[in-house]
T-cell receptor, first 115, second 117 residues
Framework: NAGVMQNPRHLVRRRGQEARLRCSPM?????VYWYRQLPEEGLKFMVY????????ESGMPKERFSAEFPKEGPSILRIQQVVRGDSAAYFC?????????????FGDGTRLSIL | DQQVKQNSPSLSVQEGRISILNCDYT??????FLWYKKYPAEGPTFLIS?????DKNEDGRFTVFLNKSAKHLSLHIVPSQPGDSAVYFC????????????????FGGGTRVLVKP
């Protein structure tokens, strides 16, 4: 399966714990995007990364959230000291370099539940 | 500030008939538009897109129309099939500044389509 792979599919955390969400882009894709979807809402952009660089983090909350896309390995979205409001579906997407009119391809998401 | 709006949260249509989904946007910098389809517990799947230099793009049963002056686009599905039952999201991007903010997608809230057999 050459699609965008996200894991885990479901993650349960207690308030105050850390959540780590992983995303492996499609083969050949070097651009990664993270989106969050609250129940009954559309997807909201969080952060756009290329290898070892954060390009646009305008949608990321200023505190507790961080993202990285290292030279080797998957992209990681990290949420520290989780709160109930962090419960959502987190989707990762990837696209090919410099293809303006190519769509972003999405993974199946990680559903984060905070107890 | 919701820059992309899908004002119909749900739509019910008979199998074989046409489904028309609407989307409005406010940001005149948007120049590329996409429609995604989403089943429960899955990620959005790309359906069709249109650049602002066009007013229509067709792919099989799916046609997207763009009215730039009205800042409105629509997706037509004909004929509708039961497998089309899903949530449909309209998304927009500004491609001018592709290195930075031009890559992010701004999504509408979605329209849930139910195709009845």
């Amino acid at each position: 399966n050459a699609g965008v792979m996200q894991n885990p599919r479901h993650l349960v955390r207690r308030r105050g714990q850390e959540a780590r969400l992983r995303c492996s882009p499609m083969k050949g894709h070097s651009h990664v995007y993270w989106y969050r979807q609250l129940p009954e809402e559309g997807l909201k952009f969080m952060v756009y990364l290329q290898k070892e660089n954060i390009i646009d983090e305008s949608g990321m909350p200023k505190e507790r959230f961080s993202a990285e896309f290292p030279k080797e390995g998957p992209s990681i979205l990290r949420i520290q000291q989780v709160v109930r409001g962090d419960s959502a579906a987190y989707f990762c997407a990837s696209s090919h370099q410099n293809q303006v009119e190519q769509p972003q391809h999405f993974g199946d998401g990680t559903r984060l539940s905070i107890l | 500030d919701q820059q992309v709006k899908q004002n119909s949260p749900s739509l019910s249509v008979q199998e074989g008939r046409i489904s028309i989904l609407n989307c409005d946007y406010t940001n005149s910098m948007f120049d590329y538009f996409l429609w995604y389809k989403k089943y429960p517990a899955e990620g959005p799947t790309f359906l069709i897109s249109i650049s602002s230099i066009k007013d229509k793009n067709e792919d099989g049963r799916f046609t997207v129309f763009l009215n730039k002056s009205a800042k409105h686009l629509s997706l037509h599905i004909v004929p509708s099939q039961p497998g089309d039952s899903a949530v449909y999201f309209c998304a927009a991007r500004c491609t001018l500044n592709i290195k930075a903010a031009g890559n992010k997608l701004t999504f509408g809230g979605g329209t849930r389509v139910l195709v009845k057999p």
